[in-house]
């Protein structure tokens, strides 16, 4: 089964940068949608970030201004370039993709990703 492959997480001061990737493990499965999730502990999983190979970048107000996602189509890969973190930002993190176009209004929504990753630990310290 095709499973997604996140890098990059670790220990980071508050205030910190952090350069998240994600590829998928095999295959040659073409993902329109990636996104990137995180889940905090003791609290529920959350969205984050969003981008669509035929368009469109979406953001949760949380990391507006701080985090950037990006891709590369070639490498079928997505990253998450994560400035100025902060305590809050502490959870494990997790890549998601679907191969059909989502949405913007479903973009948010973990039930419509069929891909997920294993999650990376993101810490910041105060």
């Known amino acids: 089964q095709v499973q997604l492959v996140e890098t990059g997480g670790g220990l980071v001061q508050a205030g910190g940068s952090l350069r998240l990737s994600c590829s998928p493990s095999e295959g040659t499965l073409r993902y329109d949608t990636m996104g990137w999730f995180r889940q905090a502990p003791g609290k529920e999983r959350e969205w984050v970030s969003t981008?669509?190979?035929?368009?469109?970048?979406y953001y949760a107000d949380s990391v507006k201004g701080r985090f950037t996602i990006s891709r590369d189509n070639a490498k079928n890969t997505v990253y998450l370039q994560m400035n100025s973190l902060k305590p809050d930002d502490t959870a494990i993190y997790y890549c998601a993709a679907a191969v059909n176009r989502l949405i913007t209004s479903s973009v948010e929504n973990q039930q419509m990703y069929r891909y997920w990753g294993q999650g990376t630990q993101v810490t910041v310290s105060s």
């Open positions: 981008t669509r190979r035929s368009g469109g970048t």
